[in-house]
C-alpha cells in the first residue's frame, strides 16, 4: 500500500514533503513550476504527504510544469477560521461542508462551489469508531457505554474540530433511535461529554491525548485515524465498530478571491479534480478513506461484520459497508445543524461546562 505513517511522516523520512505537510515552508520554486497551499484538517496528514507526491508527477506529465504544495493541518474549524483571518490557500480540503461555509460568509469562495466537483464535492468518505485498548476492559460496545460511570472519554471540541461535530452528530442519532425525546438526548449528550477528559482542539490532538499521553478509555474517532493506530502500535488497540453512526463527507473547494489573484485557478482545479481518479482513489482507500466510486470501493469493502477489529486485515478488505449509516441531511444541512447545535449558545453551549 502507498502510505506515509505517522511515525515516518513526523521523522522526517520524506523530508521535502513533511516540510510542506508540516506548514513550515516549501522547497525552492524553479522558473518552471508553480506552488499552490492546501489547507486541510488534522487526520489528512499521511493521505496528502502521499497524495501530493501522485499528483506532482500527474501535473507534471500533463503540463511539463512542475507543482509545489504546501500543506497545513489543524482542526477543521480553526483552519476555516484561519483561512477567513488571511491565511492563503488555493484550496482548501476540510472535514464539512459547514467549515467551508465560513469561507464563504467571508467572500472568499463563491456559491455554489458543492456544484464544482463530483458528490457535492466530497470525492472521499468516512465514519465515526471507537478506539480501545486492548481486551477493551471497559466492554464498550455502543453509544450507551459512553454514559457509564467511570468511562473515560477522549473526543475533540466541536466548537474547533469538525471530526468532533460529526462524533456528536452520530451520538443524538443513535440515542433518538433508542426513542428517547431531545430532552433526554440532550441529558444522554450532557452526560457523555461529562465523561470526556480532554477536549482537544482537532482530531489528531485527540488521538495522541488517547494514545501516546495514555488518557481514557475509549476515542471517539475517524475510522481513518482509529486504522493508523491499528497500524502505528500492533496489539494495543482494538476498533469498535457502533451499531449506528454518520456518514462523513469531507468537502473541497477552490478558494477562488486567492486562486484569482495568484493565477492558480488551473492547476488547483486539476488538483481537486484528481482526487477522484481511479489511481487517487485507491490511495485513499489505502489510507483508510471510503472512495466515492463504487466500484473501488467494493474492491476494499469486507464481508466481515464483526464490530471489533484487532489488526489489519492481510487482503486489505477493511470497510464495514453494513454499518447504518445517517448523514447531515438528517439534521437539515450543515447551516441548520450548526445554528442548533454548535454556534455560541446553542445546545452545545448549554450541556457541555468547561
Same mark, same amino acid.
Given at each position: 500500500m502507498t502510505r506515509i505513517t505517522r511515525r515516518e511522516f513526523l521523522s522526517g523520512s520524506a523530508a521535502s514533503l513533511c516540510a510542506l505537510a508540516?506548514?513550515? =515552508?516549501?522547497?525552492?520554486?524553479?522558473?518552471?513550476?508553480?506552488e499552490i497551499t492546501n489547507v486541510s484538517y488534522d487526520p489528512t496528514r499521511e493521505l496528502y504527504a502521499a497524495y501530493n507526491e501522485l499528483f506532482q508527477a500527474h501535473w507534471l506529465e500533463l503540463t511539463g510544469e512542475e507543482v509545489e504544495i504546501v500543506q497545513s493541518h489543524g482542526g477543521s474549524g480553526k483552519q476555516a477560521l484561519e483561512v477567513a483571518n488571511g491565511l492563503e490557500a488555493d484550496v482548501v480540503t476540510l472535514a464539512l461542508e459547514g467549515d467551508v461555509d465560513t469561507l464563504v460568509d467571508a467572500g472568499l469562495i463563491e456559491e455554489g462551489y458543492t456544484s464544482e466537483f463530483d458528490l457535492d464535492s466530497s470525492p472521499y468518505t468516512s465514519t465515526i469508531v471507537f478506539l480501545v485498548r486492548s481486551g477493551n476492559p471497559k466492554d464498550i460496545q455502543d453509544w450507551d457505554d459512553l454514559l457509564n460511570e467511570g468511562v473515560g472519554?477522549?473526543?475533540?471540541?466541536?466548537?474547533?474540530?469538525? =471530526?468532533?461535530?460529526?462524533n456528536y452528530l452520530a451520538a443524538w442519532y443513535y440515542f433518538e433511535l433508542q426513542g428517547q425525546s431531545e430532552e433526554e438526548i440532550q441529558e444522554s449528550i450532557k452526560t457523555l461529554y461529562e465523561n470526556v477528559l480532554v477536549l482537544d482542539s482537532g482530531a489528531r490532538g485527540a488521538t495522541t491525548t488517547f494514545t501516546e499521553n495514555g488518557q481514557g478509555d475509549v476515542l471517539i474517532a475517524w475510522e481513518n485515524e482509529a486504522f493508523l493506530a491499528l497500524e502505528e502500535y500492533p496489539g494495543e488497540y482494538e476498533i469498535v465498530v457502533p451499531s449506528v453512526s454518520i456518514l462523513c463527507q469531507p468537502t473541497v473547494a477552490i478558494v477562488d478571491e486567492v486562486v484569482d489573484e495568484r493565477g492558480t485557478r488551473e492547476v488547483a482545479t486539476e488538483y481537486l479534480s484528481y482526487l477522484y481518479s481511479d489511481e487517487a482513489q485507491r490511495l485513499e482507500a489505502e489510507n483508510y478513506y471510503r472512495p466515492s466510486n463504487e466500484e473501488i470501493l467494493a474492491e476494499y469493502a469486507t464481508e466481515d461484520e464483526s464490530n471489533t477489529i484487532t489488526e489489519i486485515p492481510e487482503d486489505g478488505k477493511w470497510i464495514n459497508t453494513n454499518v447504518e449509516l445517517t448523514d447531515i441531511s438528517h439534521f437539515g444541512g450543515w447551516t441548520e445543524a450548526t445554528e442548533t447545535h454548535f454556534v455560541d449558545g446553542a445546545i452545545f453551549d448549554s450541556i457541555y461546562e468547561e
Amino acid at each position: 500500500m502507498t502510505r506515509i505513517t505517522r511515525r515516518e511522516f513526523l521523522s522526517g523520512s520524506a523530508a521535502s514533503l513533511c516540510a510542506l505537510a508540516l506548514g513550515v =515552508g516549501s522547497v525552492p520554486v524553479s522558473a518552471a513550476s508553480v506552488e499552490i497551499t492546501n489547507v486541510s484538517y488534522d487526520p489528512t496528514r499521511e493521505l496528502y504527504a502521499a497524495y501530493n507526491e501522485l499528483f506532482q508527477a500527474h501535473w507534471l506529465e500533463l503540463t511539463g510544469e512542475e507543482v509545489e504544495i504546501v500543506q497545513s493541518h489543524g482542526g477543521s474549524g480553526k483552519q476555516a477560521l484561519e483561512v477567513a483571518n488571511g491565511l492563503e490557500a488555493d484550496v482548501v480540503t476540510l472535514a464539512l461542508e459547514g467549515d467551508v461555509d465560513t469561507l464563504v460568509d467571508a467572500g472568499l469562495i463563491e456559491e455554489g462551489y458543492t456544484s464544482e466537483f463530483d458528490l457535492d464535492s466530497s470525492p472521499y468518505t468516512s465514519t465515526i469508531v471507537f478506539l480501545v485498548r486492548s481486551g477493551n476492559p471497559k466492554d464498550i460496545q455502543d453509544w450507551d457505554d459512553l454514559l457509564n460511570e467511570g468511562v473515560g472519554v477522549i473526543t475533540p471540541n466541536p466548537k474547533t474540530s469538525g =471530526g468532533a461535530r460529526w462524533n456528536y452528530l452520530a451520538a443524538w442519532y443513535y440515542f433518538e433511535l433508542q426513542g428517547q425525546s431531545e430532552e433526554e438526548i440532550q441529558e444522554s449528550i450532557k452526560t457523555l461529554y461529562e465523561n470526556v477528559l480532554v477536549l482537544d482542539s482537532g482530531a489528531r490532538g485527540a488521538t495522541t491525548t488517547f494514545t501516546e499521553n495514555g488518557q481514557g478509555d475509549v476515542l471517539i474517532a475517524w475510522e481513518n485515524e482509529a486504522f493508523l493506530a491499528l497500524e502505528e502500535y500492533p496489539g494495543e488497540y482494538e476498533i469498535v465498530v457502533p451499531s449506528v453512526s454518520i456518514l462523513c463527507q469531507p468537502t473541497v473547494a477552490i478558494v477562488d478571491e486567492v486562486v484569482d489573484e495568484r493565477g492558480t485557478r488551473e492547476v488547483a482545479t486539476e488538483y481537486l479534480s484528481y482526487l477522484y481518479s481511479d489511481e487517487a482513489q485507491r490511495l485513499e482507500a489505502e489510507n483508510y478513506y471510503r472512495p466515492s466510486n463504487e466500484e473501488i470501493l467494493a474492491e476494499y469493502a469486507t464481508e466481515d461484520e464483526s464490530n471489533t477489529i484487532t489488526e489489519i486485515p492481510e487482503d486489505g478488505k477493511w470497510i464495514n459497508t453494513n454499518v447504518e449509516l445517517t448523514d447531515i441531511s438528517h439534521f437539515g444541512g450543515w447551516t441548520e445543524a450548526t445554528e442548533t447545535h454548535f454556534v455560541d449558545g446553542a445546545i452545545f453551549d448549554s450541556i457541555y461546562e468547561e
